[in-house]
């Protein structure tokens, strides 16, 4: 099984009852839920954590050099606009990641629709709700399972 790290920025702990108009009815517990299931069913072991602060995600970035994780599904939510130390995480570890929005950035206010990580992405799902989480897991084994492939 490859290893997936799901991370969440901050405030997505309130889904289901956050502006539910904009980011939907689905709460984190159920898209963490679902990304366990279908990554079982994908070969992929996904491990979660969501934080408000920028510091235990930058940490837990880092800890991808050790643990095995193999690829970052990664929701920066608020932090897209503002954190130039997680991008430099990211760049510092090499672990490819997928960049995901729940809400369609290019349709979200002006200020918003800049993010610090969508040009160092493996890809950037946006605008597809809780189901982008999904496709990013199926981009993500599509991709581990062709590098296994050509290792052999």
């Known amino acids: 099984m490859h290893k997936v790290l ?7 702990n309130l889904l289901g009852r ?11 517990a ?3 839920s ?15 954590l969501q934080s408000n602060a920028e510091h235990r995600l930058i940490e ?14 990664f929701n920066p939510a608020a932090f897209t606009h503002t ?11 090499q672990t490819p990641f997928v960049e995901v929005h729940l809400s369609d950035l290019s349709q ?8 610090w990580f969508s040009d160092i992405a493996a890809t950037v799902i946006s605008g597809q709700g809780a189901a982008g989480y999904d496709q990013a897991l ?5 991709r581990l399972n062709r590098s296994a492939d050509t290792s052999v």
């Open 6 to 12: 799901l991370l969440n920025g901050p405030n997505l």
């Open 18 to 28: 956050r502006e539910p108009e904009i980011y939907g009815h689905s709460t984190l």
């Open 30 to 32: 159920d898209i963490e």
């Open 34 to 48: 679902r990304a366990r299931r279908l990554g079982h069913e994908l070969g992929l072991t996904v491990d979660c």
């Open 60 to 73: 837990r970035i880092h800890h991808t050099l050790d643990d095995g994780t193999e690829f970052i599904v």
């Open 83 to 93: 954190s130039v130390a997680l991008r430099d995480a990211l760049l510092a570890v």
């Open 108 to 115: 979200r206010e002006k200020w918003r629709q800049h993010s």
């Open 138 to 142: 199926r981009f993500v084994a599509s």
